[in-house]
């Protein structure tokens, strides 16, 4: 997981070769002026789902993880709270191929990580991730990138 703030994303390019673009598109695109639905850069190897999602208690959120893809989160007017658990701490659960995702419903993270609009959160498949923590409607960017 690597948290910081936008403004030093261009300093991540070397963790993953698709980073380029994103920094790339991030010059050229306003994230709060695009409508909702994915945004494909890269046909599906890197793409980003702008949407809005209700805020849920730690408790109500679900955990996540992913194989194929790793997921920049970035908050747009609203905080968000992210839960975090290192993958081999979650218990087993059901792959969902066609989706690229396993949920653990009702596990809970001992560590978490407060986002607020100019920042983001980058979780690799070894990284369970537990989004939308937070009150109200928050309006989000979600890069997904393949690994």
Not at 64 to 80: A, C, F, W, Y
């Amino acid at each position: 997981m690597i948290v910081d703030t936008l403004d030093q994303f261009e300093k991540y390019v070397s963790v993953n070769p698709l980073f380029a673009d994103i920094v790339k598109f991030l010059k050229e695109n306003d994230l709060n002026t695009l409508e909702e639905g994915k945004h494909f850069i890269k046909d599906k190897d890197l793409f980003v789902n702008i949407q809005v999602a209700v805020g849920k208690t730690k408790e109500a959120a679900t955990f996540e993880t992913h194989k194929r893809m790793l997921d920049i989160q970035i908050p747009l007017d609203n905080n968000e709270t992210y839960g975090y658990m290192p993958l081999a701490d979650l218990p087993e659960a059901t792959y969902n191929d066609e989706k690229d995702v396993t949920k653990y419903p009702g596990v809970v993270a001992e560590t978490f990580v407060n986002c607020k609009p100019g920042e983001f959160a980058i979780f690799f498949p070894w990284d369970g991730h537990q989004p939308c923590i937070g009150e109200g409607n928050i309006r989000k960017a979600i890069f997904k990138v393949k690994m």
